[in-house]
C-alpha cells in the first residue's frame, strides 16, 4: 500500500511538539515550567514553517479518507497561527490565573492537533475523532481554571451540551452512512448525486446541521456559547472563538458541499435562515450586555452567521469567502480578547464599565481592541469589511434578503463596539496608572492590528491564496 | 484723458474698491490716513467719471450705440456670464452723479464722523458701497448688476447696523436687509425667467432679444409675468409700496449714510434697474401699468404718512420713498428721460437736506423731534439756508432743479393720460396732489426747525467747514441742476430717452399749477407751523381727525402687520416644523433604535443559564427543522417521494 | 509624472499622524504643528495639483504610477488614484478646510495629541475618497471617518439639547446605517456587471460601461440614492446632521460639513449617475422633491433655532437641498451648480463652524439670546462670521452666490415651479442668518463679554484662508466653474449617450 | 425459519432495552438507575450479537457495562452522600421534553418507514477480530493515533481537574 | 427476505432509544443521571452503525470500527465529566444542574 508520510509531516509535527511539551512539563522542576509557554510557541511557530513549506505538497491518503489539499492546509495554517497567537497573548493570564503550564499548553497543542485533522478530515470517523480530541480539549481548558466556579461551571455546560451535540451529529453521520453506504465523504457525493436514500438524508442532513451549528454557535443551537465564553479562562476563550469555530466551519463545508453538495435545494435555505437569525440575535442580544466577554461571545455568535453566508451561495466564490472571512476574523478576535486578558491581569474585571480610560493607561491595547471591534462590524479600510464584501457577494443572486439583513445589522452591532470604545476612549481612568502587558502579548496584539490593517487595505495575496485553495477543493 | 476714461470705465469702482482692501488690511490704525484714502480714490473715481460724462455727453454716437466692453466671467455649456461696462448716457449720468454725491458726502463724513472709534471701519464701508454702486451703475449685464446689487444692500445693511451698540440699529439692519431679499427674489425668478428664455442676461443682447420674444415660444403674459417678477426687486430696493418698510427705519445709521445709500444712490439703483430694462417694460403694457400705479400709489402713501411724522429723518425718508414713487411713475408712463431727470435732481437736494439734518443733529446731540427744535437758522445760517434750497427745489419753485423735473413727470402723466389711457388721470391726480403735500410736509418741518421761536435747552453751533462744504456745493446743484432739462432748452431728453426722445411743448399751464401747488403747500405751513406760534390749530385738526392722525402717525399699521406675520405665521411654523422634525422625523429614528434595543433586551432572558433549556431549544429546533425540511418544502417532498 | 503626487498628499497627513504617535503627550505644542505641516504639505500639493490640471485636455489627470495597479485581481480592484475636474475642488476643498480644522482646534488643551492623531487620519480618508477611481477603494475610503468622528465627538464634543454621547452615536449609525444600503447596492452592482461583462472591473469607468438592464439601475440607484443621500442628510435623512453636528467640536463640525457631506454629493453624482445613469433619470424628479422639501423644511427648522450650531446644521441641511436639485436637473449647468456649491457651501460652513468655534471657546454659550454685541470685543471674529453668514445666504461677490444661481437657471428650467419653492428659500435662509448673525455680534456690548479676546495669531488662519476662499471665489468663479465643469461635462456627455441607447 | 428466530430475538431484545432504558430515565433512585443501565448495555450487547458484531458487543459489554458503569457508581458515591432515594429528581422541562421526544421519534420513525433498502446480501464475516484489527491499523491508523491522543489529553485533563479541586477544597 | 429484519427496525430501536435519552438528558436535575442519559444516546447511535455495517458493507466493518471509536470516546467524555461534576461538587456542594447558572443573559 503506498502511504505518503511526507503528506501528514504537519500533524506528526504537533504531535510530537505536544507530546514533548507534555513529557518535558513531566521532566523539568516546577519553577522552570513557565518557559513552556516559549518552548510551545516557538515549536509551533516551526510546525507553522513546516506547514507552509509542504503547502504544496497536496495529495490524497487512503482512499479518501484523508484529504491533504490547499483548502486543507489554508485551515491549517490559520489554526497554528491562531494557536501560536493565543499562546503568546496568554503568558502572563496563564501564570496569574492558572498555573499547570505543562498540561496546558500541551492540551492547547493537541486542540490544535484536533482542529488540523478535521482540517483534513475525508471520512467520518476521522471527522468525528479530530472534532472530539478538539472538543475534549476544550472542555478540560475551559474548567481549567478551578478556582473559579464559572470556569467549572462553562466546562460543566460545554461537557455536557457539547456531548449532546456530539451524539446529535453521531446520528446524523450514521444516517447519512446508512442512506448511503458509505462514509468516506467523496463516496457520499457519488451516491447523493444517485439519489441515496432520500429519507434518511433528510434526518441526517437536519442533525449534522444542529450538530455542526452548536459547534460554530449559529442560532439556535448558540445558546452555550455565551455561557461558556465568559467562563472560560480568557485566552481559551479565544481560542474557542476562533479555532473551535473555523475547524467546524471547515468540515461544514467539507461535509455540505463535498458531501451533501447535490442536496443544495434543500439546505440552501435553511442555512439562510439560520444564517439570518445568528446575526439578529448574536447583533440584538449582544446590545444590552456588560460583560465584555459576554459581549464578544454573541458578537461571535453573529459572525458565524456572517459566515454562514458563505455557505450559502455553495460556490468557489463562498468558500473562497468563507475561508478569508475565517482567516481574518482569527485576528480581529485573538486581538480582542488578548486585550481583554491583560486588562483582567491587572484590574481583575471583565465589566466594560471598567475599561474607563483605557486609551490612557494602555494606548496600545485600546487601539488594538478598536481596530479589532470594528474589524468585526466589517468597518472599512479594515479587512472584516472586506471579507463581508466576499461573503455577501456570493448571495446577491437568490438570496439578496440576506445580504440587506447582514449589512444592516453588521452596522447595529457598530454600536455596541463603540460602547466599548466610548468607555475606552472617553472616560478618564479611576487609576491611571500604566497597564503593562508583556512583551509577548504586546507582539500578539501588534500583530493582530497589523494583518487587520494590511488585510483590509491590500487583501489583493490573500483573496489569492484563498482562490486557489477554494479551488482545490472543488477539483476533487 | 477723456478716451482713457473712456477705456478705462472699469476703473471707476475699482479704486473705491482698492481703498476699501487698503483700509481694511492696511491703515485700519489710522483714522485720518484711511479717509484721505478713502476720499483720494473716491475723487480720482469722480474725475474719472466727469471725463467719461464729456465724451459721452460731447458725442452723439454714444446715444444710437453704447460704448460696451466685457470679457468672460464664467461660463459653460449653455449658460455664459460676461462682466463689462456698459457706457451710454444714462449710466454716465448716474456715474457722475454717484461718484459726486459720494465724494462729497465722504468729505461731510471726515467732520460729521470725527472722534468715532469705528472711524476707519466706516470709510472702509463708504468706499466699498461706492465701489458697489458704481459697479451696479456701469453693469452691462443683469447678472452682474444684481450682484452689485446685493453688494449695495450688504453695505446699507452693515451701515445702518453702524452704531452696533443700539438695538434698533440692529434690527432696522435686519429689517432693510430682510424685505429687500424678498424683492430681489422676485427679481432673481425673473432674471432666471430671462436667461432661460433668452439665453443670456447680457442687457444689449436682451434689448435685441426681447421685442422678438414670440420667437422664444413664451406669451405676452408670461413676459408680462416675468417684468412683473423683475419689478419687484426694485419696489424692495427703491422702497415702493409694500416694500417701503425698512426705508425710514434705516435712518438708524449716521446721517451721511442715509443721505448716501437711502436718498441719493442706492435707493434709486431700483428706478435704475426699471429704466435699464425698460426694452422689457416697454413691451408689457400691463406690467407699465402696475410700475407706474406702484409708484403713484406709494407717492402718495408715503406723503400722507410723512404729514405726521415727528423726526426729522424719518419725515426725510418717507419723502424720499415719495419722490422715489415718482420717479417709478415717470418710468411707468414710459419716459425715461423723466425719471432719470427726477433722479438726477432727487440725489442732490435730497441729499442735501439729509446731510443738512446731519448738520442739525450733530449740532444738537441726535436729537431726533422737529418738535423740540425751533430758530435754528440763527445759529446755523449755513446749514439752514441751504436747506432752505433743498426745501424750495423740492416743493417745486422754479427755478429749483425739482421744479423742473417734476414739471416734467407731471407733464408725461398727463400726455399718458391723452393717450388713450386712462388710468393716466387718476395716476396724474394722485401725482398733483402728492406735490401739494409734498410742499407742506417738507416746510412744517422746515418751518418747526428752523424758523420760530429758539428753544433754551438746545445750544446750536454751525458745522465745521469740512460739512458745510459739501452743503453749499449741493445747493449749487440743487439750484441749477434742473437747468439743464428745462422745457426750452432740453438738453436732458436728447441725451437720456428711450425709444424717440420727445419734445414736451412747455405747457404754461402745467407750469403754473405745479408753481401753485408748491406755494400752496408752503402756505399752509406757514400757516399752521409760523404764524400760529403755539400750533393750536394743528393740534385742534389732530384732535378732531384721530383717527386719520393715528393712522397716518403710525404709518397704516403696515410695519405691524409684517412683524405679527413674521411672528405668527412664519415663526410659529418654524416651531411647529421644528417640533415635528424632533418628535416624528427624528423619533421614527429614534423609535427604531429603541425597538431594536428593546428587543435585544428581551432576547437576553431567552438566555436563562440553565444549560438543559438550553439542549430543550437546541433539540426542539432540530425537531422543527425536520419537520419543516421533510414535509413543509414542496421540493424536498418531491425528493421523498421520488426516494428511488 | 513618475512622482505619484496624490499617494503623497493622501501620505502627507497619515506620516504626521503617525509622527505624533511618537510625540510624548505633554509636548501640545509640537503636536500640532506636526499636525499643521502634514495639512499644510497636503494643501500644498493639491493645490499644485489644482493649477497644474489641464483643463483643455481634461478627464483623468496626475494619475499616480501612471495608470491602475491591480490591487485585488479576483474583483478587479485597481489602486487607481487620479483627479478630474469633479474631484480636484473636492480634494483642495478638504486640505483647505484640513489645514484650517488643526488651526481651528489651536486652543484645545485636552488629550491634544490623540486629537491631532484623529483629525489626521479623517482628513486623510476623506481625501481619500475623493481621489480614488476605483469604486472599491472610496469604499474604504468611504467609512474611514466615521470612527474617528466618533471618538472625537465623544471626547471633545459637548452636550446641549442632546448628550454628545447620544450625539455621535446618532451620527454614526445612522451614517453607517445609510451605508450598508448603499453597499448592498454596491454589491449588487459589481455581481451584475461581472454577470453582464464576464471579467471582474471595480473602476467607475469599468462600471460606468456596463450595459445594466433598466430595472437594475433603477433598483440599485435606489440603494445609492440612501446611502448617498443620507450622508448629504436628504430629507427625510437629515436628522443626525444638526444633532451631530451641535455635539462635535469645532473641527469635527468643520470636517463634517465641509466636506464629509460632500462625499454623498460627489458620491451619487461620481457613482450612481455616472455607473446608473437610467437610474438616475427614473429617480431624478423624486431627487428634486427631497431637495426642495430639504431646503425649505430645513430652512424653517433653522428658523426655530436658538442653538447657533443648530442654526447651522439645519442650514447645512437645507443647503444640501440646493445641492439635490441641482444634481436632479441632470443638466451640466445644473450639476456644475451643484459641485460648485458643494465647493462653497464646504467653505462657508468650515468657516461658519471654526467660528462659532471661537465663540464657543470664548463665552462658553453658543444660546443665540445669550450673546450679543461680540463685535465690540471680537471685530475680527465677527468679520469670519459675518463673512460665512453671508455666504449662507448666497450674498453675490461671496463664492456661493454664482453656484446658487447656476442651480436655480437649471432646476428652474428643467422643474419649473418647484424649483420656485426652493429659490424661496433664500428669504427664509436670509431670515435666519441674519437673526443669528446680527443677534450674535450687533447690539450694545455685554459686559460679561468684556474679557472675550479677539482672533490672534494662528487663530487667523481659518479666516484669513477660508474668507479668502470666499471672496477669490466670489469674484472669479471661473476658477472654480472651468474646472468644475471640465470634470462634470463629460460625465454628462456619457449620461446623455446612455440615456439615448438604453431610454426610449 | 432464520429471520423469524431473528425477529423474535430482536423483539424481545428491543423490549429489554427499551424498557431497561425508559426505567434508567425514570426512576427517582440514582442508584437504580445505574443498574438498570448496566441491563441496557447487555441488552445492546444482544443486539449486536444478533447483528454478527460479537467484538463490538463484546467491547460494549467491557467498556460500558463493566468500566463505564462502575466509574459512574463511584461517581454517584462520591457526590451523593445524602439519602440515595430522592437522588435523581426530574425538573420541570419534562413536561415539554416528553412530547419533544415523542414527536422526534414519530418523524424519525415516519422517514424511516420511507425509506427503500437496497441491501447487501453478503453476510458479514465470522472471523471479526481477525478482519478488524489490520483494517483499524492500516485504513484507520489515524484516527486510532488520534484515539489514543485523546485519550490521553481526557485522563490528563480528569486528573488535573479532580487533583486541584481536591487540594483546593483541602485549602478550603 | 420478505418479513426480514431491515435496517429500518433497527433504526427504530435506536431512535427510541435515542430518543429516551434525550428525554432523559433534558428531564433529570442530577448531573450524573444526564451523563447516564448521554450515554444511552450514543448507545444508541452504535446500533445504528452496527445495523448499517451489517445490511449495507458487511465486508468492510465500517459501521464496527466506527462503533468501536464512539465507545472509546464515549468512555473518555464519561471519565472527564465524572471529574468535572466532581470538581463542580467540591466546590459548590451540588449536582443539580439548575443551580448553575452563575452565567445568565
Known amino acids: 500500500m503506498n502511504f505518503d508520510f511526507s503528506l501528514l509531516t504537519t500533524e506528526l509535527a504537533l504531535f510530537v511538539l505536544g507530546l514533548s511539551t507534555f513529557v518535558l512539563g513531566l521532566v523539568v522542576p516546577s519553577a522552570s515550567r513557565r518557559g513552556l509557554g516559549s518552548f510551545a510557541a516557538l515549536g509551533l511557530l516551526l510546525v507553522l514553517g513546516i506547514a507552509v513549506i509542504n503547502w504544496s505538497n497536496q495529495g490524497v491518503l487512503l482512499n479518501g479518507m484523508y484529504l491533504v489539499d490547499g483548502y486543507a492546509n489554508f485551515f491549517k495554517v490559520m489554526f497554528i497561527l491562531s494557536a501560536i497567537l493565543v499562546i503568546l497573548g496568554s503568558f502572563r493570564y496563564i501564570d496569574q490565573h492558572v498555573g499547570h503550564h505543562f498540561e496546558y499548553y500541551s492540551t492547547v497543542v493537541f486542540a490544535t492537533l484536533g482542529m488540523v485533522v478535521m482540517a483534513s478530515a475525508g471520512d467520518f470517523i476521522t471527522l468525528y475523532l479530530g472534532m472530539e480530541l478538539m472538543t475534549i480539549s476544550f472542555i478540560i481548558l475551559v474548567a481549567f481554571r478551578f478556582m473559579d466556579t464559572k470556569s467549572l461551571e462553562a466546562g460543566m455546560k460545554y461537557l455536557l451540551l457539547a456531548a449532546m451535540s456530539s451524539a446529535v451529529t453521531l446520528y446524523g453521520l450514521s444516517l447519512v452512512y446508512g442512506a448511503t453506504g458509505t462514509i468516506i465523504i467523496g463516496e457520499v457525493a457519488e451516491a447523493v448525486a444517485r439519489g441515496g436514500n432520500s429519507p434518511l438524508l433528510v434526518i441526517g442532513l437536519t442533525m449534522l446541521v444542529a450538530g455542526l451549528g452548536f459547534k460554530v454557535a449559529a442560532v439556535p443551537f448558540h445558546m452555550w456559547s455565551p455561557d461558556v465564553y465568559e467562563g472560560a479562562p480568557t485566552p481559551v476563550t479565544s481560542f474557542l472563538a476562533v479555532g473551535s469555530k473555523a475547524a467546524s466551519f471547515a468540515i461544514l463545508l467539507r461535509l455540505f458541499l463535498g458531501g451533501l453538495g447535490d442536496l443544495h435545494g434543500q439546505w440552501a435555505m435553511l442555512v439562510a435562515v439560520l444564517a439570518a437569525l445568528s446575526m439578529l440575535v448574536g447583533n440584538l442580544v449582544a446590545i444590552p450586555q456588560t460583560n465584555i466577554k459576554r459581549m464578544l461571545a454573541y458578537s461571535s455568535i453573529a459572525q458565524a452567521g456572517y459566515i454562514l453566508v458563505g455557505l450559502v451561495a455553495a460556490t468557489e466564490a463562498g468558500v473562497k469567502g468563507v475561508m478569508f472571512y475565517a482567516f481574518l476574523y482569527i485576528f480581529a478576535t485573538v486581538g480582542a480578547f488578548t486585550v481583554v486578558a491583560a486588562v483582567y491581569n491587572k484590574i481583575k474585571s471583565d465589566e466594560i464599565a471598567d475599561y474607563a480610560g483605557l486609551v490612557q493607561r494602555a494606548p496600545l491595547a485600546a487601539t488594538v481592541m478598536l481596530i479589532c471591534l470594528l474589524s468585526m462590524a466589517g468597518i472599512p479600510p479594515l479587512a472584516g469589511f472586506v471579507g463581508k464584501f466576499y461573503l455577501f457577494q456570493t448571495v446577491v443572486q437568490g438570496y439578496m434578503w440576506l445580504v440587506y439583513l447582514g449589512l444592516i445589522m453588521s452596522m447595529v452591532s457598530v454600536y455596541y463596539y463603540l460602547r466599548v470604545v466610548l468607555v475606552m476612549f472617553r472616560d478618564d481612568p479611576k487609576d491611571p496608572s500604566p497597564i503593562e502587558f508583556g512583551s509577548a502579548a504586546n507582539m500578539t496584539l501588534i500583530i493582530a492590528m497589523v494583518i487587520t490593517l494590511v488585510l483590509g487595505i491590500y487583501p489583493g495575496p490573500l483573496a489569492e491564496v484563498a482562490n486557489t485553495a477554494a479551488q482545490t477543493f472543488f477539483l476533487r | 484723458m477723456v478716451q482713457f476714461a473712456l477705456n478705462h470705465a472699469w476703473l471707476v469702482p475699482l479704486l473705491p474698491a482698492l481703498a476699501f482692501v487698503i483700509i481694511v488690511f492696511l491703515t485700519r490704525p489710522w483714522p485720518r490716513v484711511s479717509s484721505t484714502v478713502s476720499i483720494a480714490a473716491i475723487f480720482s473715481s469722480f474725475v474719472l467719471a466727469s471725463s467719461i460724462a464729456y465724451g459721452v455727453f460731447t458725442n452723439p454716437g454714444f446715444i444710437e450705440k453704447p460704448l460696451e466692453y466685457s470679457l468672460r466671467w464664467f461660463g459653460m455649456e449653455g449658460f455664459t456670464v460676461k462682466v463689462g461696462v456698459l457706457l451710454d448716457p444714462t449710466s454716465t449720468m448716474m456715474l457722475f452723479m454717484v461718484s459726486m454725491v459720494a465724494a462729497l458726502i465722504q468729505i461731510y463724513s471726515t467732520g460729521y464722523m470725527e472722534g468715532d472709534p469705528q472711524y476707519s471701519v466706516f470709510f472702509s464701508y463708504l468706499s466699498l458701497f461706492a465701489a458697489s454702486m458704481l459697479g451696479l451703475v456701469i453693469s452691462s449685464n443683469l447678472l452682474q448688476m444684481f450682484v452689485m446689487w446685493e453688494l449695495v444692500g450688504l453695505c446699507s445693511f452693515l451701515l445702518i447696523g453702524f452704531y452696533t451698540f443700539k438695538i434698533s440699529a440692529r434690527e432696522a439692519a435686519k429689517k432693510a436687509f430682510m424685505t429687500t431679499r424678498i424683492g430681489d427674489f422676485g427679481m432673481l425668478l425673473g432674471l432666471l425667467f430671462l436667461q432661460i428664455i433668452f439665453g443670456t442676461l447680457d442687457l444689449t443682447e436682451l434689448a435685441q432679444r426681447v421685442p422678438a420674444f414670440e420667437q422664444f415660444g413664451i406669451s405676452l403674459g408670461l413676459l408680462t409675468l416675468i417684468a412683473i417678477l423683475v419689478f419687484i426687486g426694485p419696489i424692495g430696493k427703491s422702497g415702493q409700496f409694500p416694500l417701503h418698510v425698512w426705508l425710514p427705519d434705516a435712518m438708524e445709521g449716521p446721517t451721511p449714510v442715509s443721505a448716501l445709500i437711502h436718498a441719493a444712490t442706492m435707493v434709486v439703483a431700483g428706478v435704475y434697474l426699471v429704466g435699464r430694462t425698460l426694452f422689457l417694460f416697454a413691451e408689457v403694457p400691463g406690467a407699465m401699468e402696475v410700475v407706474a400705479f406702484i409708484g403713484a400709489f406709494t407717492a402718495l402713501f408715503a406723503a400722507t404718512i410723512a404729514l405726521t411724522q415727528r423726526e426729522i429723518k424719518r419725515i426725510l425718508a418717507y419723502s424720499t420713498v415719495s419722490q422715489l414713487g415718482y420717479m417709478m411713475l415717470a418710468l411707468g408712463v414710459g419716459s425715461l428721460s423723466a425719471g432719470m431727470f427726477h433722479l438726477w435732481t432727487h440725489a442732490f437736494f435730497k441729499a442735501l437736506m439729509f446731510l443738512g439734518a446731519g448738520s442739525v443733529l450733530h449740532a444738537l446731540h441726535n436729537k431726533a423731534d422737529v418738535w423740540d427744535m425751533g430758530g435754528l437758522i440763527k445759529k446755523m445760517p449755513i446749514t439752514g439756508w441751504t436747506f432752505v434750497i433743498g426745501g424750495l427745489a423740492i416743493a417745486g419753485i422754479p427755478p429749483f432743479a425739482g421744479f423742473w423735473s417734476k414739471d416734467e413727470i407731471l407733464a408725461v402723466t398727463l400726455q399718458y393720460a391723452t393717450h388713450g389711457h386712462s388710468l393716466g388721470y387718476v395716476l396724474f391726480f394722485m401725482a398733483t396732489f402728492t406735490a401739494f403735500l409734498t410742499a407742506f410736509y417738507m416746510w412744517r418741518m422746515i418751518f418747526l426747525t428752523f424758523f420760530g421761536k429758539e428753544k433754551p435747552e438746545n445750544h446750536p453751533h454751525e458745522s465745521p467747514r469740512s460739512m458745510t462744504f459739501p452743503l453749499i456745493v449741493l445747493a449749487g446743484f440743487a439750484t441749477l441742476g434742473g437747468l439743464i432739462g428745462t422745457p426750452w432748452a432740453n438738453y436732458w431728453s436728447k441725451w437720456i430717452h428711450f425709444g424717440q426722445p420727445h419734445h414736451g411743448e412747455p405747457s404754461i399751464g402745467l407750469m403754473l399749477l405745479s408753481v401753485f401747488l408748491g406755494v400752496a403747500g408752503i402756505g399752509l405751513a406757514y400757516i399752521f407751523y409760523y404764524k400760529d406760534e403755539e400750533k393750536l390749530r394743528v393740534k385742534q385738526l389732530a384732535e378732531r381727525y384721530q383717527t386719520l392722525y393715528k393712522i397716518s402717525f403710525n404709518k397704516y399699521y403696515v410695519d405691524e402687520l409684517y412683524l405679527w406675520f413674521t411672528r405668527t405665521v412664519v415663526d410659529a411654523g418654524a416651531k411647529v416644523l421644528y417640533w415635528f422634525d424632533i418628535h416624528v422625523v427624528d423619533g421614527i429614528i429614534d423609535g427604531m433604535a429603541g425597538f431594536t434595543k428593546v428587543s435585544g433586551r428581551g432576547l437576553r432572558y431567552l438566555q436563562t443559564g440553565k444549560l438543559q433549556t438550553y439542549a430543550l431549544v437546541f433539540f426542539l429546533a432540530v425537531l422543527v427543522i425536520t419537520v419543516v425540511l421533510a414535509f413543509g418544502n414542496p421540493t424536498s417532498a418531491g425528493i421523498l417521494g421520488g426516494g428511488k | 509624472m513618475n512622482v505619484p503626487v496624490l499617494t503623497l498628499t493622501l501620505l502627507a497627513p497619515i506620516i504626521a499622524a503617525l509622527i505624533i504617535v511618537f510625540i510624548p503627550k505633554e509636548e501640545d505644542k509640537l503636536c500640532k504643528w506636526v499636525a499643521a505641516l502634514g495639512t499644510g504639505v497636503a494643501l500644498a500639493l493639491s493645490l499644485y495639483v489644482y493649477f497644474g490640471y489641464d483643463q483643455s485636455v481634461g478627464g483623468l489627470q496626475w494619475v499616480d504610477f501612471g495608470g491602475p495597479v491591480p490591487w485585488i485581481r479576483d474583483l478587479g480592484v485597481t489602486y487607481y488614484m487620479a483627479v478630474d475636474g469633479l474631484s480636484l475642488p473636492m480634494l483642495l476643498l478638504t486640505n483647505l478646510i484640513g489645514f484650517a480644522a488643526v488651526f481651528a482646534s489651536w486652543n484645545v488643551t485636552l488629550r491634544v495629541k490623540e486629537l491631532m492623531i484623529y483629525l489626521l487620519v479623517l482628513i486623510a480618508g476623506v481625501m481619500g475618497t475623493f481621489i480614488a477611481q476605483d469604486l472599491f477603494i472610496f469604499l474604504l475610503f468611504y467609512e474611514v471617518v466615521v470612527i474617528p468622528i466618533y471618538i472625537m465627538v465623544i471626547i471633545w464634543g459637548s452636550s446641549k439639547r442632546v448628550t454628545k454621547e447620544y450625539a455621535g452615536m446618532k451620527l454614526t449609525i445612522y451614517l453607517l446605517i445609510g451605508s450598508a444600503f448603499l453597499l448592498v447596492g454596491v454589491i449588487a452592482t459589481f455581481v451584475q456587471s461581472v454577470a453582464i461583462t464576464g471579467t471582474p472591473d471595480m473602476s467607475f469607468e469599468g462600471l460606468a460601461r456596463v450595459d445594466f438592464p433598466e430595472q437594475f439601475q433603477i433598483y440599485m440607484f435606489g440603494l445609492m440614492l440612501l446611502g448617498f443621500g443620507s450622508l448629504l442628510s436628504m430629507w427625510p435623512f437629515h436628522s443626525w446632521s444638526p444633532d451631530g453636528y451641535a455635539g462635535a467640536p469645532t473641527a469635527v463640525s468643520m470636517i463634517h460639513a465641509g466636506v464629509l457631506k460632500k462625499i454623498g454629493g460627489y458620491g451619487l453624482i461620481r457613482v450612481a449617475i455616472f455607473v446608473l445613469p437610467l437610474g438616475a433619470k427614473f429617480w431624478a424628479p423624486y431627487i428634486a422633491v427631497l431637495g426642495v422639501i430639504g431646503v425649505a423644511y430645513a430652512a424653517m427648522g433653522a428658523l426655530a433655532q436658538k442653538d447657533l450650531k443648530y442654526v447651522v446644521g439645519y442650514s447645512s441641511v437645507s443647503h444640501m437641498g440646493y445641492v439635490l436639485l441641482g444634481v436632479a436637473s441632470l443638466g451640466v449647468v445644473g450639476v456644475n451648480g451643484a459641485v460648485a456649491n458643494m465647493f462653497a457651501h464646504g467653505v462657508m460652513s468650515a468657516l461658519f463652524f471654526s467660528m462659532i468655534g471661537f465663540i464657543y471657546e470664548r463665552t462658553h454659550t453658543r444660546w443665540i439670546p445669550d450673546m450679543g454685541g461680540l463685535s465690540h470685543q471680537a471685530p475680527r471674529l465677527s468679520v469670519g462670521f459675518m463673512m460665512a453668514a453671508m455666504a449662507s445666504l448666497g450674498l453675490p461677490g461671496l463664492i456661493s452666490f454664482i453656484p446658487e444661481f447656476t442651480i436655480f437657471v437649471e432646476s428652474f428650467r428643467v422643474f419649473g415651479w418647484l424649483a420656485v419653492l426652493a429659490i424661496a428659500g433664500i428669504i427664509i435662509t436670509a431670515l435666519y442668518v441674519l437673526r443669528a448673525g446680527a443677534n450674535t455680534l450687533f447690539g450694545p456690548a455685554r459686559e460679561e463679554y468684556n474679557h472675550v479676546r479677539d482672533l490672534r495669531g494662528p487663530e487667523m488662519v481659518p479666516l484669513v484662508l477660508l474668507g479668502g476662499v470666499l471672496v477669490i471665489g466670489g469674484i472669479l468663479p471661473s476658477l472654480l466653474f472651468d474646472m468644475v465643469n471640465s470634470g462634470v461635462a463629460p460625465i454628462l456627455v456619457h449620461i446623455q449617450e446612455a440615456l439615448q441607447i438604453g431610454g426610449r | ?172 | 427476505m420478505a418479513t426480514g429484519l431491515n435496517p429500518s427496525y433497527f433504526i427504530a430501536l435506536s431512535a427510541a432509544l435515542f430518543a429516551i435519552g434525550l428525554y432523559g438528558a433534558i428531564s433529570r436535575k442530577n448531573a450524573i443521571a444526564v451523563l447516564i442519559a448521554i450515554e444511552l444516546m450514543l448507545t444508541a447511535v452504535n446500533i445504528n452503525l452496527v445495523a448499517f455495517n451489517k445490511f449495507l458493507t458487511p465486508e468492510a466493518f465500517i459501521g464496527q470500527i466506527f462503533a468501536i471509536f464512539v465507545i472509546t470516546v464515549a468512555a473518555a467524555e464519561v471519565g472527564l465529566g465524572l471529574a468535572i461534576v466532581i470538581a463542580i461538587y467540591r466546590n459548590r456542594k451540588s449536582v443539580n444542574l439548575d443551580d448553575f447558572d452563575w452565567m445568565k443573559w
Open chain 4, 1 to 172: 425459519m432464520e429471520n423469524i428466530y431473528s425477529l423474535i430475538a430482536f423483539v424481545l431484545l428491543s423490549g429489554l432495552v427499551l424498557g431497561s432504558a425508559l426505567l434508567v430515565v425514570t426512576l427517582k433512585n440514582l442508584v437504580h438507575s445505574v443498574l438498570w443501565l448496566i441491563v441496557t448495555f447487555i441488552g445492546v450487547a444482544g443486539v449486536f450479537l444478533l447483528l454478527r458484531a460479537d467484538f463490538v458487543a463484546a467491547v460494549q459489554v467491557l467498556v460500558y457495562a463493566g468500566a463505564v458503569c462502575i466509574m459512574i457508581a463511584f461517581g454517584v458515591m462520591l457526590v451523593q452522600r445524602t439519602e440515595m432515594a430522592g437522588s435523581n429528581p426530574v425538573n420541570w422541562r419534562f413536561k415539554i421534553a416528553a412530547p419533544l421526544v415523542g414527536g422526534l421519534f414519530i418523524v424519525i420513525g415516519l422517514l424511516t418507514a420511507k425509506a427503500q433498502w437496497v441491501v447487501s446480501g453478503k453476510e458479514v464475516p465470522t472471523q471479526t477480530v481477525e478482519n478488524l484489527a489490520p483494517i483499524l491499523l492500516q485504513d484507520f491508523v489515524i484516527p486510532f493515533e488520534v484515539a489514543a491522543i485523546l485519550l490521553t489529553v481526557a485522563l490528563t485533563g480528569a486528573l488535573v481537574l479532580v487533583k486541584e479541586v481536591k487540594a483546593n477544597g483541602d485549602r478550603s
